[in-house]
């Protein structure tokens, strides 16, 4: 089993950036694909971006596309996600999770491990 902690949310104004990362234990992440998941005060979990074991591949919802980029180094048993240009729709508890490699998941149901969340908030 795998365990997640996230690091780096904040807050921060319109148009600027952050960069968040997963650190994973117990087991390294090399094994998983990993994603990062969203969720805005109510609202349901809305998936961000998935990333493959190895790096090569990599999914990413509309929303955040061309702002957001998700990057891993399994030497650091660390996951990244990069966020820039930010909105104030992007406000919420980011959430890495991880599951066993079966394509790019793209719905939050589908992965089996999550972190505990860190929060973004970007003012207008």
């Known amino acids: 089993q795998v365990q997640l902690v996230e690091a780096g949310g904040g807050l921060v104004q319109a148009g600027g950036s952050l960069r968040l990362s997963c650190a994973a234990s117990?087991?390294?992440?090399?094994?998983?694909?990993m994603g990062w998941v969203r969720q805005a005060p109510g609202k349901e979990r809305e998936f961000v971006a998935t990333?493959?074991?190895?790096?090569?591949?990599?999914y990413y919802a509309d929303s955040v596309k061309g702002r957001f980029t998700i990057s891993r180094d399994n030497a650091k048993n660390t996951v990244y996600l990069q966020l820039n240009s930010l909105q104030p729709e992007d406000t919420a508890v980011y959430y890495c999770?991880?599951?066993?490699?079966?394509?790019?998941?793209?719905?939050?149901?589908?992965?089996?491990?999550w972190g505990q969340g860190t929060q973004v908030t970007v003012s207008s």
């Open positions: 999770a991880a599951t066993r490699p079966v394509g790019l998941p793209r719905r939050p149901t589908e992965y089996d491990y």
């Open positions: 117990g087991q390294t992440v090399s094994g998983y694909t």
């Open positions: 990333i493959s074991w190895s790096g090569s591949r990599s």
